[in-house]
């Protein structure tokens, strides 16, 4: 996935916006709070970063192509890069992207969630 694409997928998403920030990466943000980000890739293949589940991130970190995200799981953080070749297929990758919004979304205050018009099933 290129950044266009990467950009196009986010903007998909409900409630969401776009920051450029951390030296020209494509940051997504709901309710303010970050979900994914775009760059930081080895320059040869776009990086994608997002926030995972503790399961996601004990199977996704050994995975070819995937890491623990730079900085962000340093810190504690589950965050996964997908960084190189194989990595995660377009279709997987939309699926992390997308349970990476709804992670941070339930993180919000309700009263945020509400406000924004997310989690109200």
Not at 31 to 59: E, H, L, R
Request: a positive charge.
């Amino acid at each position: 996935m290129d950044y266009k694409a990467f950009n196009t997928y986010c903007e998909s998403l409900p409630a969401t916006t776009y920051v450029v920030q951390w030296g020209g990466s494509h940051v997504w943000k709901v309710g303010g709070k970050v979900f994914a980000i775009g760059g930081w890739g080895n320059g040869k293949y776009p990086g994608v970063t997002f926030k995972v589940s503790d399961i996601a991130y004990q199977m996704l970190q050994e995975r070819p192509g995937l890491r623990p995200a730079p900085y962000l799981a340093s810190r504690g953080m589950k965050w996964i890069q997908n960084y190189a070749e194989p990595g995660l297929s377009d279709g997987d990758l939309k699926d992390y992207l997308a349970e990476s919004h709804r992670i941070v979304s339930f993180g919000l205050p309700k009263k945020k969630q509400k406000q924004l018009g997310l989690n109200q099933n």
